[in-house]
C-alpha cells in the first residue's frame, strides 16, 4: 500500500509472516489456533457495535451547557424572537458563525434544521423534478441522470440515489480524492452524469483529505459538464481533526470564482457530529442563483428553521475559535480509540498479507480491505460472536462492492474497553476468514 499524506504507517512486525509464504501445514496449524480463539469468543457471549459512526455520550456531554443557554433572552442580535415563525435562510449570527466551517461569505450560506442529510436530498429533488433554473432546466426531463459516486463512499448518499431512480457511476477514490482523470472522462463523453458526490476533508469511510488540484478540478467540472451538473460537496468532517497537524482543505469556492462556476457547487455541512448528532443544526452554501432557488422551494415545505436552536448553538460555540477549541475536546475523546484499533492491527495483522487498513488524522472512520472475497465472510463471522460491523458492500452503490473487501470500522460510540474488545475479535475474524481462504486454495 502506497504512503500516502493522510495515512500514519508503522512498520510490520519483525516476526510476521506474509500468508503467501506459509506452507499448508503452517497454515493448517494457525487456523487451528484460530479456530479456538473463534470458539472461545463466541463462549463470551459478545454484544459490541462497531456500526455507524455516532458519537459516544462523553462527546455529548461536551454540549450539554446548550440546555438553559439561553436563559430566557430570545431575541437575535438583530432584534428578532426566534421563538416565532420566518427567517427561511436562518439567523443571520448563525449564518456568520457556519460562513466560517465552510470558507465562504455569510452571504451564500443557509442554515437549516438539524440534518444535512436533508438539506442534500432537498437539493436532488429540486434539481430533478423542478429544476434550479425553471422547468426546462430540471435533471427529470432528461430519459436517463447519472451520478458519479467516488468508492468507498458514503452509503447514505447513494441511498439518495437509488430512491429517486438515478443511476449511479461508481469513481475509485484514490489517496487525492476521487479519480479525477477518469471523473473528466466520464463527463466529457456523457451529458446525462448530472452530478458527483464527494467529501472532501477526512472523506468517509477512507480518511483522505482531497489534495489542492482535486478540488481545483472539482470547481473546473461546471466547465466540461453538462450546464446544469452539481458537485455535491459533503464536508460533513471540516473541522474534525484528530490531530493538530492533520491537512486542510483548500477553498473550493475560491477555485469557483476562478472558473465561473459557483453555480455548479453546493457545499454542505452541520453540527451532528459538533454538538448533539440528533438536535444539531445543518447548513449549506451555494451561488446567489441557487440559493434563491433553494430557499424559494423550500418555502412550500417550511415557514422557518428552528431559530431557538440555531440561537442555542451560537451562544455556545461563538466563533471559529470557539469551534476549533470545542473541536480539540472531541479529538482529545476520539483520538484513543481510533488507536487502539490502530494499534491492534498493526500489531496483529501487519506484514502478514491478511489486510491493508488506513490511518486517518480526522473523521469518524477506519477503511479496512480484506483480501478480495472475504468481507462478507469477516462480518458474517463477526456477527456470529455477537459483533455487529457495518454491512460488506455499504460503502459502494447498491450495497455492491465488486471486490468483496472493503469494511468500514466506527470506533466512536463504544467505550474504549469496549473498542479494543471488538478489534482483537474483528481480528481473529479476519484471520479466520482469511486462513480457510487460502487453505482451500492452495
Not at 54 to 75: F, T, V
Not at 78 to 95: F, S, T
Not at 267 to 276: A, N, V
Request: hydrophobic share 40%; proline share 5%; glycine share 10%.
Amino acid at each position: 500500500m502506497a504512503h500516502h499524506r493522510y495515512i500514519q504507517f508503522r512498520p510490520p512486525e519483525d516476526s510476521a509472516v506474509h500468508i503467501e509464504q506459509l506452507s499448508q501445514a503452517d497454515i493448517s496449524s494457525q487456523l487451528e489456533a484460530v479456530e479456538a480463539e473463534y470458539r472461545a469468543l463466541a463462549g463470551r457471549k459478545l454484544a459490541l457495535d462497531l456500526t455507524r459512526g455516532k458519537p459516544g455520550s462523553e462527546q455529548l456531554g461536551l454540549s450539554n451547557p446548550l440546555d438553559g443557554i439561553l436563559a430566557g433572552d430570545y431575541r437575535s442580535e438583530d432584534g428578532i424572537d426566534v421563538r416565532n415563525y420566518g427567517g427561511l435562510e436562518g439567523l443571520p449570527e448563525a449564518r456568520r458563525l457556519f460562513a466560517t466551517v465552510l470558507g465562504v461569505p455569510m452571504e451564500n450560506v443557509l442554515v437549516g434544521g438539524n440534518a444535512s442529510l436533508t438539506l442534500m436530498y432537498t437539493v436532488i429533488d429540486l434539481a430533478l423534478s423542478a429544476g434550479l433554473r425553471g422547468p426546462g432546466s430540471a435533471w427529470g426531463n432528461s430519459d436517463e441522470v447519472k451520478f458519479l459516486c467516488p468508492v468507498p463512499g458514503y452509503d447514505r448518499h447513494f441511498a439518495i440515489c437509488e430512491y429517486l431512480g438515478i443511476e449511479m457511476i461508481p469513481v475509485p477514490l484514490l489517496a487525492s480524492g476521487p479519480d479525477m482523470d477518469l471523473v473528466e472522462a466520464l463527463i466529457s463523453n456523457d451529458a446525462s452524469i448530472s452530478g458527483i458526490w464527494c467529501v472532501p476533508r477526512f472523506s468517509n469511510p477512507t480518511g483522505c483529505v482531497y489534495s489542492d488540484e482535486t478540488v481545483a478540478r472539482l470547481a473546473k467540472l461546471g466547465t466540461l459538464a453538462s450546464e446544469h451538473f452539481l458537485v455535491m460537496y459533503d464536508n460533513a468532517y471540516a473541522v474534525h481533526a484528530l490531530y493538530e497537524d492533520a491537512p486542510r482543505l483548500a477553498s473550493i469556492s475560491d477555485y469557483c470564482q476562478q472558473y465561473g462556476t459557483a453555480n455548479n457547487v453546493f457545499q454542505f455541512g452541520s453540527t451532528s457530529k459538533i454538538t448533539f448528532a440528533g438536535a444539531g443544526v445543518a447548513f449549506l452554501a451555494s451561488s446567489e442563483d441557487n440559493l434563491a432557488a433553494f430557499k424559494n422551494h423550500l418555502s412550500i415545505q417550511s415557514i422557518g428553521p428552528d431559530k431557538v436552536n440555531q440561537l442555542r448553538h451560537v451562544r455556545l460555540l461563538k466563533d471559529a475559535d470557539g469551534i476549533a477549541g470545542h473541536m480539540r475536546k472531541h479529538a482529545a475523546i476520539l483520538r484513543p480509540r481510533f488507536e487502539a484499533v490502530l494499534d491492534i492491527l498493526d500489531r496483529e495483522l501487519a506484514g502478514t498479507g491478511m489486510g491493508e487498513w488506513l490511518a486517518p488524522r480526522g473523521g469518524y472512520f477506519i477503511s479496512f480491505n480484506t483480501r478480495p472475497g472475504l468481507a462478507k465472510d469477516v462480518v458474517r463471522l463477526a456477527a456470529g460472536i455477537g459483533v455487529a460491523l457495518t454491512p460488506a458492500g455499504a460503502t459502494f452503490p447498491y450495497g455492491e462492492d465488486p471486490d468483496d473487501s472493503n469494511i468500514r470500522l466506527a470506533p466512536s460510540f463504544p467505550s474504549l474497553e469496549d473498542v479494543k474488545a471488538t478489534a482483537e475479535a474483528f481480528v481473529v475474524c479476519v484471520k479466520l476468514a482469511t486462513l480457510r481462504q487460502q487453505l482451500s486454495n492452495s
